[in-house]
């Protein structure tokens, strides 16, 4: 009896594990694709704006790919660009920098994006941000990545 079950048991397991090969049927229909595209943006300047009191360098490009279409149905992200990484923004970083004066400046930079149909704006704000501007504490040149997705 034993042993009929362990033949049982083989010839069962054989029956599940061996796949079994027919004719292949015919090709579904094509599925909904993703669309994607990139555009690489460069900062050079910075312009600046204390808009009710709010300071903040900003730069502002036209995105001619971001169409009403995708800010509707897509997906927009957007990447700062460094030193052969991306990150995605928002980014908080944690700087220093030497004044003209020779004092240390501690402070927290905010680097963000928005955006509409057919623009991207990218805005970099300091904590601590003194509301006459100083030129020494601009934002240096920076590069983005605009990634949008959409169906």
């Not at 057919?118 to 509301?131: A, C, K, P």
């Not at 040149?141 to 997705?149: N, P």
Request: glycine fraction near 6%; hydrophobic fraction near 40%.
């Amino acid at each position: 009896m034993n042993d009929m079950k362990k033949v049982l048991f083989a010839i069962l397991a054989a029956l599940f594990l061996c796949a079994c090969e027919g004719k292949q049927g015919p090709q579904g229909p094509q599925g909904v694709g993703t669309n994607w595209k990139i555009v690489d943006l460069n900062v050079d300047y910075w312009d600046y704006t204390n808009y009710t009191d709010n300071n903040f360098y900003y730069a502002k490009f036209d995105v001619p790919a971001l169409t009403s279409y995708v800010y509707a149905n897509g997906n927009v992200q957007v990447y700062f660009l460094d030193n052969n990484k991306q990150e995605q923004l928002p980014v908080v970083l944690h700087q220093y920098d030497v004044l003209q004066d020779q004092s240390i400046y501690l402070f927290t930079r905010t680097i963000n994006a928005t955006f509409g149909i057919g623009w991207v704006q990218v805005e970099v704000r300091d904590s601590d941000f003194q509301y006459e501007v100083d030129p020494s504490l601009a934002p240096k040149a920076a590069s983005f990545r605009v990634v949008l997705t959409y169906l």
